[in-house]
């Protein structure tokens, strides 16, 4: 086992792992994150997803101890004191989601987007969700939610 330490959604966490554990196993295991989808486990597919320093990491494809000293950001820690984060609220108004099981890692590549790119085009939107697949939507609604939280999250920082 090997010795563990990292920040997950803002909380230290010490855990000892096998040298094999992925970081989606660590955070739906033992973190009980389970808002990370296990998808395709062949890094195919986005739904596993996470902010792993800031930048979108498909969580399936990452060994836990790769994540040693990092801040990992999940799904569950977008929403700030109860309030959800403008991406959220956008999939929802615009019904950028259906059966909700590629959402968890749309709405984490979409947060690394704009924490980038604050005014994406729409091609630059589509082209960032590019290794993140939904078999419901057909993307139309998933990139007007991102665009519609581009325009809250600019309108609260001017």
Same mark, same amino acid.
């Given at each position: 086992m090997i010795p563990l330490k990292l920040t997950v959604n803002g909380q230290a966490v010490a855990a000892d792992v096998a040298p094999s554990t992925l970081l989606i196993d660590l955070l739906r295991g033992p973190l009980a994150l389970t808002g990370t989808h296990a &998808?395709?486990?062949?890094?195919? #597919?986005?739904?596993?997803? %996470?902010?792993?320093? &800031?930048?979108?990491?498909?969580? #399936?494809?990452?060994?836990? %101890?790769?994540?040693? &000293?990092?801040?990992v950001t999940t799904v569950e820690g977008l929403a700030q004191d109860a309030q959800l984060h403008p991406l959220q609220q956008a999939f929802m108004d615009c019904h950028g989601l259906q059966c909700g099981f590629c959402t968890p890692g749309m709405l984490m590549t979409s947060a690394c987007l704009l924490a980038k790119n604050p005014k994406p085009t729409d091609a630059e939107v589509q082209h960032a969700l590019e290794g993140n697949l939904c078999r419901c939507t057909g993307y139309v609604k998933i990139v007007a939610a991102v665009q519609q939280a581009a325009t809250t999250m600019a309108g609260a920082t001017a």
């Open positions: &998808g395709c486990d062949t890094a195919q #597919c986005g739904a596993c997803t %996470v902010l792993v320093n &800031g930048e979108s990491v498909k969580s #399936c494809s990452l060994l836990a %101890v790769q994540a040693q &000293g990092a801040t």
